[in-house]
């Protein structure tokens, strides 16, 4: 005698509304982070405390003025520009590479005009950079 066998229905799991809710999260998220664009230097300046460094007439001097303008040693510069500066500190520097370099700016020029004086250092060898600074009122006490 046969008896008729139950149809085996297969086993399945849904698994559309899965992906739903993993692609509406997926959404949440992404219109909820905020992307910040870096654009800026995270840096923490140092303070000016220590010993006045020894002034020595070899050595060579960058001024930076509030308008962005560069002095190799008092002498302006025509342009403001990394070549004109490039150039005036090879002439200056080929007799010695080891030769300490100062950098005077002044406290409203732009951060962009320091750090090409200390690229265009960097890459000629000066290994001696310093960044003068005003004594704080706080110590002049």
Do not use: C, H, W
């Not at 303008?69 to 010695?96: F, H, I, P, W």
């Not at 950079?129 to 006490?141: D, F, G, I, V």
């Amino acid at each position: 005698m046969k008896f008729p066998r139950p149809s085996q229905e297969e086993i399945s799991v849904n698994l559309t509304p899965l992906i739903d809710v993993v692609f509406l999260l997926l959404i949440f998220f992404m219109v909820s982070t905020t992307f910040n664009d870096k654009t800026q230097l995270s840096i923490t300046l140092p303070e000016a405390d220590g010993a006045a460094l020894a002034q020595s007439a070899d050595q060579v001097t960058v001024t930076v003025t509030s308008t962005g303008d560069y002095l190799v040693n008092g002498e302006k510069l025509a342009a403001s520009d990394s070549k004109t500066l490039r150039t005036a500190l090879m002439a200056l520097g080929q007799e010695k590479a080891d030769l300490p370099l100062q950098i005077y700016a002044d406290a409203n020029v732009a951060y962009q005009s320091v750090v090409r004086v200390y690229d265009v250092a960097g890459q000629l060898g000066f290994v001696k950079l310093s960044l003068t600074t005003r004594e704080s009122p706080n110590e002049a006490q």
